[in-house]
């Protein structure tokens, strides 16, 4: 894109700020949902866009991937949020281009996204490239019809669709893949937090946190040995006593 390109684009979007700026408060309900409407289709799009050019910025930059440093460095993400934005635009650009063309276009969300992306990349499934466009295509469709997390959970079962004949071995290696990473993602970190409490944090796999919470529970008070004091927890507080 050339300078003048930049430019033309960059005064269109300033008179759609000024515009959104200048809105009547008097707008009715009927124009404000088809406001919001509008803006989150403007919204998803611009993100998709927005993706498409730092994957290229990352790949052509000199060096090549400084994207990262680049976008943590103005300081409206945090570092951990600009290597997930720069993951997630190689993905759309080199595994899901599908879903890159139909973020740009506003036909899924950004969240609708990023849970079939999740949800492809957890399914345990090595599609073919004839497969994963099949599937692209699917998620799309269906993006009209459920929520992000209901295209998750249908993303990370669409090995299944394909192949109905090998479900029981496809749903057996994504159970085992999912208790890999658990086993490997455990943590626990407990750090203060500079005003008085302790913050703690981590992950179990499921059957580690299953025995935790059983242990928990029967050392948790019951809301009966609060009878006496002005004090009424709920079952957080009582479980942190």
Request: charged fraction near 25%; avoid cysteine; aromatic fraction near 4%.
């Amino acid at each position: 894109m050339s300078s003048s390109a930049v430019d033309t684009l960059g005064r269109r979007l300033a008179a759609v700020r000024e515009a959104l700026a200048a809105l009547p408060a008097t707008l009715s309900s009927t124009e404000r949902r088809e406001l919001l409407i509008q803006l989150g289709e403007v919204t998803d799009a611009l993100t998709g866009s927005r993706l498409s050019l730092l994957h290229d910025e990352d790949r052509l930059a000199d060096p090549p991937g400084a994207a990262v440093d680049w976008l943590h460095h103005t300081n409206t993400v945090s570092r951990r949020a600009a290597r997930a934005m720069v993951r997630l635009a190689a993905d759309l650009a080199d595994r899901y281009p599908l879903i890159g063309e139909a973020l740009r276009a506003g036909a899924v969300s950004e969240a609708q996204t990023r849970a079939i992306v999740s949800g492809l990349a957890k399914s345990g499934v090595e599609f073919t490239v004839a497969e994963l466009a099949t599937a692209q295509r699917e998620l799309i469709r269906y993006a009209a019809e459920f929520d992000p997390d209901e295209l998750h959970l249908l993303a990370v079962r669409y090995g299944e669709v394909l192949a109905p004949d090998r479900a029981d071995e496809i749903e057996a290696s994504r159970l085992a893949r999912e208790a890999k990473l658990a086993r490997a993602g455990r943590s626990f970190v407990l750090v203060p937090d500079h005003h008085g409490s302790m913050r703690i944090r981590g992950q179990l796999p499921i059957a580690d946190g299953e025995l935790l919470l059983a242990q928990l529970d029967a050392l948790t008070p019951s809301a009966n040995a609060y009878l006496e004091e002005r004090e009424r927890p709920g079952m957080a507080a009582r479980r942190a006593d």
